[in-house]
């Protein structure tokens, strides 16, 4: 129903006597710059669109929550009243801090084929964006080290109280909510096979003192993981990934090294080669095709565009990442790491080890790989005592 009793007909996203939309979001973190008692609102603009904002305090109690003394406009009544309680899941100290950003509908780049559940989309995007822009400017003025950028992921299926509103007649207003979307988390590498999670936590904690060089990757990897799907915070997840996958170079060209009967690099030899050396070093031992950095079509370009190149613009440039880009840099390192293991188990006679070392036991088995060679080499490590710490000469 509209606020004068009468029927709606059609959705207020697209209802011309409407041309404002204003979402209230609530904020994982405390800010210090509470603007509703006073009145005073940050205009902003961004990509040449204008947006208002304004941050400020609800009150949590058992009956739900309140904005002080002065119910300010638009945080009066239903609107407010309207704010899901899993946005309050996270809340310990009695106080839940909001932005309430405000834009024009008609600058949502509208057009005709677009349903109003893709209007309603575009204009919580366009509201994430103004409330980083205030964010950012925010933590540039405060230096204040609780702000981060917001994600979708740090919203996860909330339901978010939208008003309706025209400039000209400030008294007519509309109200709904607009639920966002449940994040999707990383968990394809995710072991849910109950029986072999327990064989594998029982051997990780009986060899944490071993050190075994392939858990750095699975923990820097783990770590990107949680900086994209329960932070939110995409530059650190790239930062974290690209670890994993240099972690994983050094690594394995170190066991390669040492199954061609060599000495592995010590850590300072490695801190000292360049990691595009020891990359080209890596797949010039694996051989089994082009190990081309500028030909996208395949893993390596692919991973070298979409992942070391943007982890570099991160890096020394201050590049900010979007969704977009962090869910190609995980499919590129994803990819990167098939084609490696690929192209190890062509050569596993000559890198037994180190086939070993990427792969594990279980992990050959699984590919039809434990062949007799392979047993019988993993049978002399384990007689000579070395089933521990093969991965050393």
Known sequence: MTPDGEARTRSPWRDPQWDTVTFCVPLPFNVRLDMAETGQRIRGIL??????IFTTRLTVGEAGYSVGSTQTKPLEGEFVRKLSWSALQSVDTGELWVAVVGMRLDQLDQAVEMTDNDV????????LEFTNHYLRAYTIGAEDSAIRMLTPEALDAAALPVEFSNSAKPNQVDVGTFSTPAATRHDSHMV???????????????????RHPMDDVILWRVRA??????????ELAVMALQTAVERRVFVIRACMIVDEGGQPPTAEMDGAT???????????R??????????RSNPVGQYWHDLYELRNRVAHSGTSVDRVAVEQAFNAERELA???????????????????LVLGGVGLKERHMLSGTMRDFINELQRAGKSHDFWLP
């Open 274 to 284: 360049a990691f595009k050396t020891a990359f080209r070093d890596l797949g010039s």
């Open 338 to 356: 098939e084609e490696i293991e690929r192209r190890l188990l062509q050569r596993k006679t000559k890198y037994k080890r180190t086939a070993l």
């Open 120 to 127: 309603a989309i575009a204009a919580f995007e366009r509201a």
């Open 192 to 210: 849910r096979n109950e029986d072999l999670l327990y064989a594998r936590v029982q051997q990780g904690v009986q060899s944490t003192n071993n």
């Open 47 to 52: 990509n040449s669109r204008d947006y208002t």
């Open 225 to 234: 993981e949680h900086h994209v799907d329960w932070v939110g915070d995409y």
């Open 286 to 295: 694996l051989a089994g095709g082009p190990w081309d950095l500028t030909n």
